[in-house]
């Protein structure tokens, strides 16, 4: 990997990070298949899409709350960082950063 003016090896987390980017998955969008829909917070969800939105098992999965797993609909990672009523045991050093778009041409960010 370069970095800068040198060259440093890779590590797991970064190789798993690049090849899920060359399959089009974010990490957001992973399965936790340890895990239920009981583990979701759905009174803050419901809250969040109040007047908006009807909360029901389509609209999770289109927004990939819930996202299928061996069959079975399961929390993304996105969503347990979100929403999770467990979420420090599972991401106990996470942090979320957001950011908008200015303009039409999304080439400056706010």
Wanted: aromatic fraction near 8%; include cysteine.
């Amino acid at each position: 990997m370069r970095l800068g003016s040198t060259n440093r090896q890779a590590d797991a987390q970064l190789i798993a990070e690049l090849q899920r980017g060359v399959a089009g998955v974010s990490f957001d969008a992973l399965p936790m298949p340890e895990l239920a829909s009981e583990n979701l917070d759905l009174k803050a969800i419901e809250a969040d899409f109040a007047g908006r939105r009807a909360v029901d098992e389509r609209m999770l999965q289109s927004l990939r709350i819930l996202v299928k797993d061996q069959g079975r609909l399961v929390p993304s990672q996105g969503s347990m960082l979100l929403y999770g009523q467990d979420r420090r045991f599972y991401f106990d050093d996470a942090w979320v950063q957001c950011g908008r778009f200015i303009g039409l041409d999304k080439s400056d960010i706010f």
